[in-house]
């Protein structure tokens, strides 16, 4: 497998001696338990009222478990190597429900803005909690996920990267607010080590991120990118094949628009979606906070499918409710709660703002450099 081949293959590092390597040497949290529970609480209470307040959301119950034959669980991307847990479900019934737990609530979003008929201009947003088991687990991937995931309804002509970046920059307003919020409540979190992250969003696209930096994979040009020129940056079109022949990152064929022909700075590129990444100073590694973007259309939704080679999914539910003009024309995304709160309260490991399960192995190693993850 090439290097870029074996980039694609999915998140976060392969063995736990790499991870030692990467975790820092010098840690010492800045918070106690206690504190990390009470700033926990802040932030994310901060967030999700901020994020309903300047997208025009309102919060909405969301499933933990989906069925199988509705077609609204989230596969991650398109080569089937992340599945969702499945199991049947029904005590008495004459046919059992074949149940999955979600991965996320990606799909499930869009079906919810008929739902609670949200007109254009209005949203959901969910407090998230998912399982994928098919991660490996190391400092910032969990088999636990918690997510704001949420969707907003559109029109035809906002389908365009004016609006997208106009929604991106209201939600960099509000993790920038969060960050000044928790650091008025806990003013040690000011840490001169730690620079806090810019006023302003740097958007880059795909295209754009392969010319800078031709000759390294997908994740390196990511950590060169923030660790040497723009602390904060949306990479725009995530999913489309670019001039080296790989796509940026895999992206699932049936939520974000990765196909649409854009115009970017004079040049032709595809795609109406993107990746917020910053630079963590604790880690001192790349650092990914959400991921979102303009949802397909029945024509773009049909076009993902023929490049996936993934058509029989035309034949579900959500599938049909978008090619038959069922459900909205939107925009939606998923911020990590996690991955915010542990950039934002200077954290080293997922797990010392989320409780999950962790192998020993690398408890034993965090343990060694002062980083100790919830029981």
């Not at 994928?132 to 995931?149: E, G, I, M, P, T």
């Not at 094949?241 to 974000?256: F, T």
């Amino acid at each position: 497998m090439s290097d870029k081949k074996a980039d694609l293959a999915g998140p976060g590092i392969s063995t736990y001696p790499e991870v030692e390597k990467i975790l820092p040497n010098d840690y010492r949290s800045i918070l106690d338990p206690k504190e990390t529970q009470i700033a926990l609480a802040a932030v994310k209470r901060y967030i999700e009222d901020n994020m309903n307040k300047e997208l025009n959301l309102f919060t909405v119950e969301v499933p933990l478990i989906v069925s199988k034959e509705s077609g609204v669980n989230d596969y991650l991307d398109r080569d089937g190597s992340r599945t969702p847990i499945e199991f049947p479900c029904g005590l008495g019934l004459e046919k059992r429900i074949e149940a999955q737990v979600v991965q996320a609530a990606t799909k499930w979003k869009r079906m919810a803005l008929k739902q609670f008929g949200c007109n254009v201009g209005e949203g959901v947003n969910t407090d998230m909690r998912a399982v994928r088991k098919d991660y490996f687990l190391d400092h910032d991937h969990s088999a636990y996920v918690d997510q704001w995931d949420w969707e907003r309804v559109i029109t035809a002509d906002q389908r365009n990267l004016d609006f997208l970046k106009d929604i991106v920059r209201k939600l960099w307003k509000v993790i920038k607010g969060a960050e000044t919020h928790v650091q008025t409540l806990f003013p040690k979190l000011k840490d001169p080590r730690f620079p806090n992250l810019p006023d302003e969003l740097t958007f880059i696209h795909a295209e754009e991120l392969l010319d800078m930096y031709p000759d390294l994979p997908r994740k390196q040009r990511e950590t060169k990118v923030v660790s040497e020129k723009y602390p904060a940056i949306f990479i725009i079109g995530i999913g489309w094949v670019l001039q080296d022949g790989y796509p940026h990152e895999m992206r699932a064929a049936d939520y974000d628009d990765w196909v649409t022909p854009t115009t970017e700075n004079g040049k032709q590129y595809h795609g109406l979606n993107g990746d917020i990444l910053v630079w963590n100073p604790v880690t001192k590694r790349r650092h990914e906070l959400t991921s979102m973007g303009i949802r397909v259309t029945k024509e773009t939704l049909k076009q993902q499918l023929e490049i996936s080679n993934q058509m029989d999914f035309l034949k579900l539910p959500y599938h049909q409710a978008i090619m038959n003009d069922k459900i909205p024309l939107s925009i939606g995304g998923g911020i990590g709660q996690s991955r915010t709160t542990m950039l934002l309260l200077r954290k080293a490991h997922l797990g010392e703002v989320s409780t999950t399960v962790w192998p020993k192995q690398l408890k034993d190693i965090c343990a060694k450099k002062n980083i100790f993850v919830l029981e």
